[in-house]
């Protein structure tokens, strides 16, 4: 909806700059037209990263990540060797 309203004030702002005679309409035709321009662009980026995203409920919880961390920490540490004999020592 947001979009819309930012395209429709860029075109009412360039309609405004087009067609007057004052230069104080010019720059506030200007100035409208150059809000309803970059308010589309975010507009129409905020609905492509919105479509984008993952909603939360597919998101893991707290503890099931650090669940996961924990195990991939204790898979990455070797398992404790006994430290090897020394040849000159005698048993």
Known sequence: ?????????????????FTTRSPGLLGIGLLISLVGAFGTVFAIASDRISARARPEATMLQPDVIA????????RATPPSQPPPSDPEQPN
């Not at 669940?67 to 204790?74: C, V």
Request: charged share 15%.
């Open 67 to 74: 669940a996961m961390r924990e195990h991939a920490k204790a």
């Open 1 to 17: 909806m947001t979009r819309w309203i930012m395209i429709a004030l860029f075109i009412v702002g360039v309609v405004i700059t």
